[in-house]
């Protein structure tokens, strides 16, 4: 009896000191810095990959461990099922349980992605499609198809132009183009929305969407924010009369890819949509992306009774109320007169 007692203590000893080594280098392992193959390792975790799957990604990506050991470690802290889906990042010096420290924060790698003041819609598809952190769900859409997917239903967002904000926006790397679209879309009906509400009273712009498209016309016409709530009088007046707009913007903007830059004389003639020199009243749709500022001026306009307005040349404008002023501001700043 005595002899199996010693037995079963031995073995029992045995056993925790076997239990004790494996411990030992199990921990050493987890918390040892890992090689990597190079001086950092991006890696990505679909959406729905269990640890078992994110380990054999991460190796694969160039981080050198055994999976095996990742999954182990994740079931003895039982943080399986805690992994959140993302792109991340690992330096020098990451270890085992720092990766599984990362996947369960969530602690995944932002790209950006910035859209600008004036910026026409393929301008910013341009931008999108040629930007190398997201995924190009919608390249071959076509602008109808791209409105449809993102749950455009009034006629007013037939065409993408101006309906989205123009701002910086941050990303989870890989994340689809889609997405980011409809945050920029979501962000600008927001501010439409809420300037809107607060608008001036008795503005000849009736909806929403032609307060879009006039501020898309101020933000084209000038990037002087001192000068925007004057350029939305000029026009809001001009609307008020039934005079043309007569804005270089829109001609621009209604030749395309035919506008070679310098804008002539036969091109103001040309009769399109977008030519306010021979069409009355707001352009079709919007012409840009109008930043905030933009959208204020156009539903806060100064209290002016401009009519007409000409670029100094160092950024401002000139304002008129007759046309002989105006003719006596374009012979002084535009053809050098006195």
Request: aromatic share 8%; glycine share 10%; net charge positive.
């Amino acid at each position: 009896m005595m002899r199996w007692l010693t037995r079963m203590l031995l073995a029992g000893l045995v056993g925790l000191l076997a239990a004790l080594v494996a411990g030992g280098w199990f921990y050493r392992e987890v918390s040892s810095p890992l090689p990597l193959a190079g001086e950092r390792v991006e890696f990505h975790v679909a959406p729905g990959s269990g640890l078992r799957a994110a380990a054999r990604e991460i190796a694969g990506a160039g981080i050198a461990f055994e999976p095996w050991m990742l999954v182990a470690l994740g079931r003895l802290l039982r943080a399986e099922g805690a992994i959140k889906a993302g792109s991340y990042e690992a330096g020098r010096g990451i270890t085992l349980l720092g990766l599984l420290e990362k996947l369960t924060s969530g602690d995944v790698t932002q790209a950006e992605i910035a859209f600008i003041e004036g910026w026409t819609f393929r301008q910013m598809r341009a931008r999108l499609d040629a930007h190398p952190d997201l995924r190009h769900d919608s390249k071959d859409w076509s602008d109808a198809e791209l409105m449809r997917r993102l749950g455009a239903e009034s006629a007013d967002e037939t065409s993408p132009e101006g309906w989205f904000f123009p701002d910086t926006y941050l990303f989870v790397k890989r994340s689809g183009d889609v997405e980011l679209l409809a945050r920029a879309r979501r962000a600008m009906r927001r501010h439409l929305e809420r300037e809107w509400e607060r608008r001036a009273r008795a503005l000849p712009t009736a909806t929403p969407y032609q307060a879009l498209i006039l501020a898309s016309i101020v933000e084209k016409e000038t990037g002087l924010d001192a000068d925007r709530p004057l350029v939305a009088a000029v026009f809001h007046n001009r609307l008020r009369l039934g005079m043309l707009l007569q804005s270089d913007p829109t001609v621009i903007y209604g030749l395309g890819e035919n506008f070679d830059g310098n804008l002539k004389k036969r091109d103001l003639a040309a009769d399109t949509p977008y030519n306010t020199y021979v069409r009355g009243g707001l352009p079709p749709t919007p012409i840009a992306m109008p930043g905030l500022a933009s959208l204020r001026a156009a539903l806060h306009p100064a209290p002016s009774q401009a009519l007409y307005f000409v670029a100094r040349g160092d950024g401002s404008s000139q304002f008129s109320t007759t046309l002989d002023e105006h003719n006596r501001a374009v012979n002084r700043y535009q053809r050098g007169g006195r």
